[in-house]
């Protein structure tokens, strides 16, 4: 009987100790939609995820190519309330529009099926996201990938 007693206690001490499993917990939070655009019938939503700007992409027509670089709060570059967007055949794209973050900026071309995430430019002065860029920059964007 005393060893049934002993071997009771040694199980009830073990299943109350600490384990020393550390447990991964992830705090997520809920995405804000900081902009979005509609191009070639194509919903593109700028988002910020946990920190990180984003861009989704809702399509079945184009799959999206390269990541966003760009920081959190991030906005396209517009005139008169309209995304600012340029085409260039010379090199097949149809479509260069430009993504403003706090820090730089970053073209995004349509290109055949894919929108693809072009060069990303770190600069101190930024655009006015209303009035949007000159179109040299636009060209710059397109002609680089």
């Not at 999206?64 to 570059?77: C, E, I, Y």
């Not at 000159?134 to 060209?139: A, H, I, P, S, V």
Request: hydrophobic share 35%.
């Amino acid at each position: 009987m005393k060893i049934i007693i002993h071997i009771f206690v040694i199980i009830c001490i073990l299943s109350c100790a600490k384990t020393n499993e550390k447990k991964n917990i992830e705090r997520v939070n809920p995405s804000i939609t900081t902009d979005t655009a509609f191009i070639n019938g194509t919903l593109l939503e700028l988002v910020d995820k946990n920190g990180k700007a984003e861009l989704l992409v809702h399509s079945t027509k184009y799959k999206k190519v390269g990541s966003l670089k760009t920081s959190t709060s991030s906005l396209f570059l517009k005139r008169n309330n309209k995304v600012l967007s340029y085409s260039y055949a010379d090199v097949g794209v149809d479509y260069t529009i430009i993504i403003q973050g706090k820090t730089g900026i970053q073209g995004v071309l349509f290109k055949k099926d894919s929108i693809i995430m072009g060069r990303y430019y770190t600069l101190s002065s930024l655009y006015n996201t209303q009035e949007g860029a000159d179109e040299k920059l636009y060209w710059d964007f397109a002609h680089s990938n």
